[in-house]
Nanobody, 127 residues
Framework: QVQLVESGGGLVQPGGSLRLSCTAS????????IAWFRQAPGKEREGVVC???????EYGGSMAGRFIISRYDSENTVTLEMDSLKPEDTAVYFC?????????????????????WGQGTQVTVST
């Protein structure tokens, strides 16, 4: 049974940092790309970053430079380090398993390309 479980969300002040984790089970993590998405109230789900099975990375929007994704296949974990957080980063953050090993440069944010999702973890950036 495939499962993805996010953790590490919480309340942080603007300019602060958080580290999210996605723990995978039920499949061989090393064979698949994993992505982080986020969804703010009243908005569509937005791609944050995707990491290929070989480690290549695609970033969405303005995430590069503030967000760092890493994968630890032997530990079945993918992490998202978020720095210089802004109030507009407030959202529920989800990790998702891609259907294959690759994040395409121009299409990795398509929700259909992911077949399993975690339940999400809330990140709130506020004073």
């Amino acid at each position: 049974q495939v499962q993805l479980v996010e953790s590490g969300g919480g309340l942080v002040q603007p300019g602060g940092s958080l580290r999210l984790s996605c723990t995978a089970s039920g499949f061989a993590l090393r064979n698949y790309a994993i992505a982080w998405f986020r969804q703010a109230p009243g908005k569509e789900r937005e791609g944050v970053v995707c990491i290929r099975s070989g480690g290549g990375i695609e970033y969405g929007g303005s995430m590069a430079g503030r967000f760092i994704i890493s994968r630890y296949d032997s530990e079945n974990t993918v992490t998202l380090e978020m720095d210089s957080l802004k109030p507009e980063d407030t959202a529920v953050y989800f990790c998702a398993k891609a259907r294959d090993s690759y994040c395409s440069a121009d299409g990795w944010t398509e929700l259909f390309d992911y077949d399993y999702w975690g339940q999400g973890t809330q990140v709130t950036v506020s004073t």
